[in-house]
């Protein structure tokens, strides 16, 4: 049996309040110390970021696309606005792969005269690799020839363009390289504008609420409600088609989605017990907002900004498709896709990198932001 | 909502008049001076911008009338050519969004519930490739492959037919236009999903029996839903508009081509009209969607209410 | 091409046949036959068509529809022979007749048992209505001005249809009169041939509209007409019946039995999708499901070999319009050296092996005829080749000292130029891109150009937006007009003083009194040679004034089928392909 102290049990009769004696007065009292040292929020996050090898990977890829955007340019000896009558539209040519028959800058080219083959003026000594399809329209002899597009244009053979050139015989390797400079310059400038403007904007709108929200969310709603297509179209027209005035199409309406997302999130943290408790901590307005609700929308933030670097490469080309991409002859991603796209039935291959490069990075930046929550977040782990 | 759409005929007005190089009939050589003046004046043109907002203000409200297009459709008033472009339009959208929304929230789910799993990966994957590459590729890929080399669709659109021959040569175009939203929604309904699946109700959920599938289908769901409107809201908004790329690419007379051709013809009373409608459209699904957001979560309708 | 390995056999099954047979069976189709072979389908496309009224179509592709459903009164027709076209009556009989000295009065017969697709028939009182309502002063159709003075100036015609609601103007008072149901009157302001009251009356706004129908279409306040739009309605009488038409997406015809001239044609059908992306329109010609199909630049290298490929002359010229008013550097670009020096910096050889075209140093369209009655084209006359520069207008050296004299004549060190191109336009863009880099290279340092691409609505409003007062709304810009095929002297009008449209601020009275001599003088309009001289004249001037700089043209490359027999196997300006005297012979 346990024993319970009474003060009328004799067996704690000895036990008066004069045998106890205070054994600290002075000194503060403190708590053990961590044998082990403290760690920041962002340090911990950056551990928890380095143990996941998927993140590490797509920040390895993101970083060698930079350092590609930055250096790729430079790489070869063309310019990207080096242009070359001789060398109009040549398919991709790898000197490594020059045997295998994938990039060995070779072309079909569809429905010759058979009986004009032979013509060297036309085609160069052993530029013919093979002959198909024989058919006969009107009575004439036609067949389809793959050629080596290098030798059948007249290109000496030490030239390579490893992705080909385009309409102005222009290296294309060169001007990927540069159009994603563009691209992500442009995305990078207009999403985190979206992200600041929808951030400030949404926070107040949501943790104010009432009359200031209504007012904000009005103006939302006037600026959402017209139709994309025609205020991006307006824009440009008024403020032409500039590097800038692209950028600041692309923030226009977009930041209003970033807005309302952080807008519905201080919905629904802001009457949550913990910030009731910080609130009547005395905590201020803005550290309240700042410190204590902000952080629930990392997550989501990140998972938004990620989407938003590509679809906003993504918006460029839809404007450079419609006409109104950055000025020429200056390269983007956009501008590249569109142009392809024209000649996409005769020249896939011209549309076949920047596709390839646009979907890498989205890919990288996808995963990337997974990563990124995961540590930001551990509760989160695996979302 | 009144005052709102108010200020957006206003500030549309204001913009669309005051374009630079706002010149009628520039790149017609056939008419004389004498005749571009009588015509400007026929539409008021000749008048300052004030003068003309009223005019048209007075119309749009009195008469209902949207004014009439000058350079495009001329002498067909407006209101009736979008009359005649929305539907179809319409029709694409609205399949392409019953395709895309079950599809895209059957995926996302099954992405979260499977998540870190070869499925989720080929999921993301997808969707990243969808997300990304321009519908103006994926469209001229479709319609090169499906349509061109396997004879499987019709090339374009064909008018003439009806019922399941309109729908199968509308199949093409409408998969292209679903693409990208089934992407968006799986992307997010899996973010979403995989945050709510960590939340202790879900902790609690599944501590009292229930497995995984079922705690997320049946308390998941619904909490990541609320989110999920910011995705779908403007699915909603542009039922009534048409994809620009994909309508040329697949000869569809909807509405994709009309914005541009009008800002471009220069036909002003046709891009007003056109900025002013889609801008009611979705004024008013914000408005339903925002009622709809206090049905699906409780906590909205309370927090409406200012905490001081 | 779905029958293509069936529709091979039976061409060599054809081929053989032919070769065997002897000369006097050759599958000639006989003229003698009193009724035309009448089946098969055309399938064509064209581009956007927003409206089908007559008097408002700005569209190409809109002609193509108008020509083949309505008529006017006279037309271009395939000749029995097969091998050139005749210019004749469409509802007229003959030529318009003289009725007196001066060439200002004159009278057209119309045959009588024409009609509309639901049985009126058309008289005199038709023709009026149409051309009174394409003048209509409330209406004011796009075409107004040109019908009433285009080739011919009606009397009373301008003034009528410029009026406004003033009412000042009576019907009355415009010379076209009734004589009887088939006989019309036109009364012309000045001297005018045969051959220019034909051609204002073979324009396509001066066709016909039905009556009732129209008068149906009006707005409660008559100022707009929807006929021939989407809502409104429409009623066929030319060679054929639109009887189907889905805005934005196809056209069906058929043939109609009752036109005056039913036996010209042998189709029993034709569909006309619309369709705007040129990768879509060549996978329909591939799939066979439509008989031809218009070909890019990107395109031509593939089909360059195929025995399908038809090219056509070209029927305008891509120019750079110079702005000789504008201000800036000095007003550089009003100096004739420092445009001349832009002019032969231009290597055109490179531009057109860019563009797959032909490198061009002159103003008239290589499509442009010199006469009707011959069909000589200008430019392959000697004296229209004479005064063109050489090597293309391409000599760096000559470019560079034109150049320095206009530096020095200006009193600058540094001129700074741009040029706005149309972002939709794939070639010019091309182009843009080119000069930019190779501009500079010749002219050196003290040359600094630039490019700005602008929507295309933009690119022409500021090409014609110049004012005395404000001059400077653009520098260089793309241009090239399309002007009458068959008339060269006409087109010269784009650079007279009082042309109301032109892209550059030309002013000079000699050049206008040489187009007045040559468009409306009584020799002019009858001694051809002498119309010829005054051209060569204004070319050679507006050549070596460089107020335009003419860059390249591009022809025409077109895919037919190889089942669809054209009755002049090429096109030809003016009467155009033919498609709807087209036969189909599989």
């Known amino acids: ?383 | 909502m009144l005052i709102t759409l108010f200020i957006i005929v206003t500030i549309g007005f204001m913009v669309i008049r005051l374009m630079p190089g706002n010149t009628m009939y520039a790149d017609d050589p056939d008419m004389s001076a004498a005749q571009i003046e009588v015509l400007r004046a026929k539409y008021h043109l000749d008048k300052p911008v004030p003068v003309q907002y009223v005019i048209f203000l007075r119309g749009l409200l009195l008469e209902g009338d949207w004014g009439t297009s000058i350079s495009l459709y001329v002498g067909v008033p407006v209101w009736d050519v979008l009359k005649a472009k929305i539907p179809v339009s319409m029709y694409n959208n609205i399949v392409s969004l019953m395709i895309s929304l079950p599809l895209g929230i059957l995926s996302g789910v099954i992405a979260a519930i499977r998540k870190n799993t070869i499925v989720d990966y080929a999921t993301s994957f997808a969707v990243v490739i969808f997300i990304s590459v321009p519908s103006f590729i994926f469209a001229t890929l479709l319609q090169y492959f499906a349509a061109f080399k396997w004879r499987l669709f019709p090339i374009i659109y064909d008018a003439s037919a009806t019922g399941a021959g309109k729908l199968h040569s509308l199949l093409l175009p409408i998969l292209a236009l679903s693409f990208s939203p089934i992407a968006r929604v799986t992307r997010y309904l899996r973010a979403e999903l995989a945050e709510t699946i960590n939340s202790d109700f879900m902790l609690l959920a599944r501590t009292k029996g229930l497995t995984e599938t079922q705690a997320t289908l049946r308390h998941g769901i619904r909490n990541s839903l609320v989110p999920l409107a910011n995705v779908v809201i403007p699915m909603f908004t542009h039922i009534m508009s048409g994809s620009l790329v994909i309508e040329r690419i697949f000869s569809i007379p909807g509405m994709g081509g009309l914005m541009v051709s009008s800002i471009n013809a220069p036909d002003y009373p046709l891009t007003l009209a056109i900025l002013i409608f889609y801008s009611l459209v979705s004024l008013v699904t914000v408005l339903v969607v925002d009622l709809a957001y206090g049905v699906i979560d409780p906590r909205i309708r309370i927090g409406g209410r200012n905490i001081e | ?586």
Not at chain 3, 281 to 298: K, P, Y
Not at chain 3, 453 to 481: M, Q
Not at chain 3, 555 to 561: D, E, H, M, S, Y
Request: glycine residues 8%; aromatic residues 12%.
């Open chain 1, 1 to 383: 049996m346990s024993k319970v102290y009474a003060p009328d049990d004799p067996q704690f009769a000895d036990l008066g309040p004069e045998r106890f004696v205070l054994t600290q007065l002075d000194d503060s009292i403190l708590d053990a110390k961590f044998e082990t040292k403290p760690i920041g929020f962002f340090k911990d996050a950056a551990i928890r970021f380095s143990k996941s090898r998927v993140s590490i990977i797509a920040l390895i890829v993101i970083a060698i696309v930079l350092a590609m955007a930055i250096v790729g340019p430079n790489m070869n000896e063309y310019g990207y606005n080096d242009q070359n009558m001789d060398y109009i539209n040549l398919p991709p040519k790898i000197p490594a792969f020059a045997k295998s028959g994938i990039f060995a800058g070779t072309r079909v080219l569809l429905n010759r005269r058979v009986d004009a083959l032979g013509d060297t003026s036309r085609y160069p000594e052993g530029c013919i690799v093979h002959k198909s399809n024989y058919q006969v329209i009107n009575g004439v002899e036609l067949c389809d020839v793959t050629v080596d597009y290098y030798k059948y244009s007249g290109v000496d053979d030490d030239v390579y363009f490893m992705f080909g050139t385009d309409y102005l015989g222009r290296d294309l390797w060169t001007r990927v390289w540069r159009g994603a400079r563009i691209s992500l310059v442009i995305a990078f400038v207009s999403v985190i504008l979206n992200s600041t403007i929808g951030l400030i904007y949404g926070s107040i709108a949501g943790y104010y609420g009432g009359s200031i929200d209504m007012v904000m969310m009005r103006i939302t709603e006037i600026i959402n409600a017209m139709p994309t297509v025609v205020v991006v179209t307006l824009f440009i027209l008024y403020f032409g088609n500039g590097l800038l005035s692209i950028i600041m199409a692309l923030v226009v309406q977009n930041w209003i989605g970033t807005a309302r997302m952080i807008r519905a999130q201080f919905y629904r943290f802001k009457n949550s017990e913990y910030v009731l408790a910080a609130r009547t901590l005395g905590v201020g307005d803005r550290t309240l907002m700042s410190r204590h609700i902000l952080p629930n929308s990392i997550g989501p933030i990140i998972t938004r900004t990620m989407v938003a670097i590509p679809s906003a490469i993504f918006t460029e080309s839809f404007l450079a498709y419609i006409g109104l991409g950055i000025r020429a002859p200056e390269s983007s991603i956009g501008v590249l896709l569109s142009e392809g796209q024209k000649v996409l039935m005769h020249y896939p291959e011209q549309t076949l990198f920047p596709a390839l490069l646009i979907s890498v990075l989205m890919i990288a930046f996808n995963m990337l932001s997974n990563g990124l929550r995961d540590a930001f977040d551990p509760t989160q782990r695996g979302a």
């Open chain 3, 1 to 586: 091409m779905r029958k293509r390995p069936l529709l091979a056999i039976v061409l060599l099954i054809a081929c053989a046949l032919s070769a065997c047979g002897t000369p006097a069976v050759e599958p000639d189709p006989d003229p003698g036959s009193d009724k035309p072979e009448v089946y098969g389908t055309l399938y064509n496309y064209v581009g956007t068509v927003s409206t089908l009224n007559p008097f408002e179509s700005s569209e190409t592709a809109g002609t193509t529809i108008i020509e083949a459903c309505t008529i006017g009164l006279y037309e271009y027709f395939p000749n029995k022979t097969g091998d050139g076209f005749v210019f004749e009556g469409q509802l007229a009989i003959g030529d318009p007749v003289a009725k007196n000295d001066e060439g200002t009065l004159w009278e057209i017969k119309i045959h009588d048992n024409a009609k509309w697709e639901n049985g009126d028939p058309i008289t005199v009182d038709d023709v009026i209505y149409s051309l009174k309502q394409v003048m209509d002063p409330l209406l004011l159709t796009r075409r107004a001005s040109q019908v009433a003075s285009e080739y011919i100036t009606i009397k009373g015609a301008v003034d009528y249809c410029q009026q406004g609601n003033s009412n000042s103007v009576p019907w009355e008072t415009v010379g076209l009169k009734k004589i009887d149901d088939y006989t019309l009157q036109v009364e012309t302001e000045s001297f005018a041939t045969v051959n220019d009251v034909k051609t204002q009356f073979s324009t396509k706004y001066t066709h016909l509209v039905h009556e009732p129908t129209w008068e149906a279409c009006f707005s409660a306040d008559r100022t707009s007409n929807t006929y021939g739009t989407i809502t409104g309605g429409w009623m066929s009488c030319g060679p054929f019946i639109l009887t189907d038409w889905t805005e934005g997406s196809q056209f069906v015809f058929e043939r109609n039995p009752d036109y005056i001239r039913a036996d010209d044609i042998s189709l029993e059908k034709m569909v006309f999708y619309v369709i705007t992306d040129s990768n879509t329109a060549l996978e329909m010609f591939l799939a066979g499901n439509i008989d031809t199909v218009s070909l890019g630049a990107a395109a031509i290298e593939q089909y360059e070999d195929d025995p399908r490929l038809h090219p056509s002359r070209p029927g305008s010229v891509t120019s750079i319009c110079v702005n000789i008013g504008n201000t800036k550097n000095n007003n550089a670009l009003g100096n004739k050296n420092f445009r001349k020096a832009l002019f032969y910096a231009t290597d055109r050889e490179a531009i057109a092996k860019l563009v797959k075209g032909v490198p061009a140093t002159w103003i008239v369209a290589s499509a442009i005829i010199s006469s009707v009655d011959t069909g000589v084209f200008f430019r392959d006359l000697p004296e229209a080749q004479a005064y063109l520069p050489p090597n293309n207008g391409y000599d760096p050296d000559l470019a560079r000292q034109y150049f320095q004299t206009a530096l020095d004549e200006l009193g600058i060190d540094k001129a700074e130029v741009t040029m706005i191109y149309s972002e939709s336009s794939s070639t010019t863009k091309a182009v843009s891109e080119f000069l930019h880099k190779t501009w500079p290279e010749v002219l050196g340092p003290q040359f600094e150009f630039k490019i700005e691409g602008v929507a295309s609505s933009l690119a022409s409003s500021l090409r014609k937006s110049w004012t005395a007062e404000n001059p400077n709304t653009y520098e260089l810009a793309w241009g090239g007009w399309s002007v009458s095929l068959t008339d060269v002297a006409n087109g010269f009008k784009v650079y007279t003083g009082w042309f109301n449209n032109k892209n550059e601020p030309h002013y000079n009275d000699w050049y206008d009194d040489l187009w007045e001599k040559a468009n409306q003088s009584e020799r002019g309009k009858t001694d051809n040679d002498y119309r010829l001289d005054l051209c060569f004249e204004m070319e050679e001037y507006l050549i070596d004034e460089a107020l335009t700089i003419p860059i390249y043209e591009t022809p025409g490359r077109r895919l037919i089928n190889d089942r669809i027999k054209l009755p002049l196997d090429d096109y030809k300006p003016a009467f155009g392909w033919g498609w709807m005297y087209a036969k189909v012979v599989d």
